[in-house]
């Protein structure tokens, strides 16, 4: 068995076409390989972990960490499949009646997902006094009602429970009594402040419950079929990693973890802490902002199948622009995307045989790049083939200006399969970098990803003071970074976000603390 400190990192990302797979030691990518997707995932995982392995040229034992990413739970609750009926209890009574769970859900998930709404006394204000004592006859009423509906899954939300927990306990303590096994998720372990929003968010997490754990051990199930002993991780939104225990807990949190592992790999890659990643793949272009080594976080309700929710969500702008994109002339112009053939790249465009232009049929066109039977885009109108790489330019340029928080030029990242598509010279950009491996940028973030811990409460300076409340949210972010596998002796405080609450007594002030560390597992010393 190798040592913490010799050990090697594989890092997996399961996209929705290709699963991605790096073999890493420090800084070093020892072996990189794609495989297409499997519907199951688990195999399309074993696939590549045997691929990168087979190309390492090294056995199963040398390894001290997996790390996944998947886009398995984000696309399972946008295509309505596979999602649990969930009983959605909220703590609030008498306040929040005429905004009722589930209110502002499409038509379509709402149909799927809401097996029984209930609001009962209950809730606090942002000071932690109580609106209204829980009334435990009626949590037992519900969630009586809810077994005898066949609901197994459980969403418990109280108006301010990110500043108290107690009541979402209290709660949850008498809904598993009267439904046994029942899978509760509590709303302050997940949204922030905000009920509507952190409310959906928990009713989300509980409609992916039932297939959470299945998931999951699929992972495990594939790590451990070509015999990897070490623990494996799976990838949050935020750039950090998760135990399988917790994944399967908490589904939710993987949601955007694609485009997060994406840009801290480009970031990783090109050795840059501060720039624009750009991800372009077949379908769509992620751009998204690396601060100080992460991807800045969405400051607004992010909506996500048509449901606002408020947990932590990388900000990212997706375009749709991708390998596959259909070119068209038009009256108007040359058009490039948003609808793309995708996938089926391989079998549609013109160079592999197809019948389709694309974005990627244009490219080879002007020598931008070598894949492919070249000889069917050797004839294209040259007007035709200028004007898309025109409008491919005005896109990229257009996505990179709308994340810029000013006008100054910075640094930009290509990563992804589609960087063959991009200038080299773009409006914005104070130089463009495409590393080596930025093909497989997602999984090299997956391998670089740390365990971490956040805190997002409201805390009243009047109280105790600023010092006092700021080291007390640091202490707790840095707890839970250890409880999730980072050695304490390398946790250090990333970011901290004070916004004062105006219109609130007491010095109230919403603090965010993020803190992060090397995984134990592998020798973060």
């Not at 910075?410 to 063959?420: C, K, M, N, Q």
Request: glycine share 12%.
């Amino acid at each position: 068995m190798a040592t913490a400190h010799t050990a090697l990192r594989i890092g997996i990302d399961v996209g929705g076409t290709n699963t991605d797979a790096v073999v890493m030691r420090g800084r070093d990518v020892r072996a990189a390989c794609k495989t297409p997707t499997t519907p199951d995932v688990g195999s399309g995982i074993r696939t590549a972990l045997a691929d990168a392995l087979r190309q390492a040229q090294t056995q199963p034992d040398a390894i001290g960490a997996v790390m996944i990413g998947t886009t398995h739970f984000t696309n399972a609750f946008v295509q309505a499949r596979s999602l649990a009926r969930v009983g959605a209890l909220r703590l609030a009574a008498p306040a929040t009646t005429s905004l009722p769970p589930f209110v502002d859900w499409p038509d379509t998930l709402r149909a799927v997902v809401e097996g029984h709404v209930a609001v009962v006394h209950g809730g606090y204000n942002y000071d932690g006094s109580e609106i209204a004592r829980v009334r435990p006859e009626e949590v037992r009423a519900a969630a009586e009602t809810m077994r005898d509906r066949g609901v197994r899954c459980v969403a418990i939300s109280s108006v301010f429970a990110p500043v108290n927990d107690a009541q979402e306990r209290l709660a949850a303590s008498i809904v598993k009594q009267v439904i046994p096994g029942a899978a509760i998720t509590m709303s302050h372990a997940i949204g922030r402040v905000g009920l509507l929003e952190r409310e959906n968010a928990a009713i989300m997490n509980a409609s992916l419950a039932g297939m959470a754990d299945d998931v999951v051990r699929s992972f495990g199930e594939a790590v451990a079929s070509l015999g990897i002993r070490c623990p494996f991780y799976v990838s949050q939104n935020d750039g950090t990693l998760m135990p399988p225990a917790l994944a399967a807990t908490f589904p939710v949190l993987t949601f955007a973890s694609g485009p997060t592992n994406s840009i801290r790999g480009g970031g990783f890659l090109s050795g840059l802490d501060d720039c624009i990643v750009v991800d372009i793949g077949g379908t769509t272009t992620d751009v998204g902002v690396l601060q100080s080594g992460f991807p800045r976080e969405s400051a607004i309700a992010v909506d996500i199948g048509g449901v606002r929710t408020n947990f932590r969500m990388p900000d990212v702008l997706s375009i749709g622009l991708g390998g596959g994109s259909r070119v068209r002339a038009t009256e108007r112009g040359i058009t490039v995307g948003p609808d793309s053939v995708g996938f089926r790249l391989l079998q549609e465009g013109l160079v592999f045989g197809g019948e389709t232009l694309t974005a990627t049929d244009v490219a080879v066109a002007a020598g931008k790049a070598q894949c492919g039977d070249a000889a069917p885009v050797r004839g294209l109108d040259r007007a035709l083939v200028d004007g898309a790489l025109a409008r491919l330019r005005e896109l990229l340029e257009d996505a990179i200006d709308r994340v810029k928080t000013s006008s100054s030029d910075v640094p930009v990242v290509l990563v992804g399969g589609g960087t063959i598509l991009a200038h080299r010279d773009l409006r914005g950009a104070s130089r463009v970098v495409v590393p080596e491996q930025a093909s497989v940028a997602n999984a090299v973030g997956a391998a670089i990803a740390q365990a971490g811990g956040e805190v997002d409460q409201v805390y009243s300076y009047a109280a105790r003071g600023r010092e006092a409340e700021l080291a007390e949210a640091k202490a707790a972010a840095t707890a839970r970074a250890v409880a999730a596998g980072a050695n304490p002796a390398t946790v250090r405080v990333v970011d901290v976000e004070e916004l004062p609450l105006q219109y609130l007594p007491g010095g109230a002030v919403r603090v965010r603390v993020k803190a992060v560390g090397e995984l134990a597992a592998v020798g973060g010393a």
